[in-house]
T-cell receptor
Framework: QKEVEQNSGPLSVPEGAIASLNCTYS??????FFWYRQYSGKSPELIMF??SNGDKEDGRFTAQLNKASQYVSLLIRDSQPSDSATYLC??????????WGAGTKLIIKP | NAGVMQNPRHLVRRRGQEARLRCSPM?????VYWYRQLPEEGLKFMVY????????ESGMPKERFSAEFPKEGPSILRIQQVVRGDSAAYFC?????????????FGNGTRLTVT
């Protein structure tokens, strides 16, 4: 069964530090990966996606993909209290279906 | 460019009633997905539709739930004879096509409460 796994947390990070969120996946056929942020009571919003091995940067966010290790991560630099949310990782398989992780709750402490 | 529009935002139904949830995808998007989320839980895929076709309904309960995406108008998720366990947030998402560079864009969701 295709799975995407995330540590549920909560992950507590001091304000201004780097928050590192990790995700592993079981399906070697998955081609691209998406990070969404979900505030409590709100809908998921796309942060960024990555499909090539290596790093992809967008502002304070960096996504990292290692297909050999089946590992995806999201780094948030200069963490702010407003970054406190649940972060969802999803992989798109060879049928273009998204396989979702359960999410990691991130808490940024002022 | 309007985003994915869902209505109503909140819906209260008594047990046994029908719930109809509507979703208008983003302009230019022809692929619609429905998800259910219980409090403090992850997203659960329900159904994937294109115009007039159900592509994947592997996440839909076999009874009481149905979905459609007609040629004209919004996509509808229908829950007949609701029970308390149907209380959840239902999210609709859309994408313009199926490829590895097409993320889903989510609506604000419908919070269904069954009393």
């Amino acid at each position: 069964q295709k799975e995407v796994e995330q540590n549920s947390g909560p992950l507590s990070v001091p304000e201004g530090a780097i928050a590192s969120l990790n995700c592993t996946y079981s399906d070697r056929g998955s081609q691209s990966f998406f990070w969404y942020r979900q505030y409590s009571g709100k809908s998921p919003e796309l942060i960024m996606f990555i499909y090539s091995n290596g790093d992809k940067e967008d502002g304070r966010f960096t996504a990292q993909l290692n297909k050999a290790s089946q590992y995806v991560s999201l780094l948030i630099r200069d963490s702010q209290p407003s970054d406190s949310a649940t972060y969802l990782c999803a992989g798109m398989d060879s049928n273009y279906q998204l396989i979702w992780g359960a999410g990691t709750k991130l808490i940024i402490k002022p | 460019n309007a985003g994915v529009m869902q209505n109503p935002r909140h819906l209260v139904r008594r047990r046994g009633q029908e719930a109809r949830l509507r979703c208008s995808p983003m302009k230019g998007h022809s692929h619609v997905y429905w998800y259910r989320q219980l409090p403090e839980e992850g997203l659960k895929f329900m159904v994937y539709l294109q115009k007039e076709n159900i592509i994947d309904e592997s996440g839909m309960p076999k009874e009481r739930f149905s979905a459609e995406f007609p040629k004209e108008g919004p996509s509808i998720l229908r829950i007949q004879q609701v029970v308390r366990g149907d209380s959840a947030a239902y999210f609709c998402a859309s994408s313009p096509r199926t490829d590895y560079n097409s993320p889903l864009h989510f609506g604000n969701g419908t919070r269904l409460t069954v009393t």
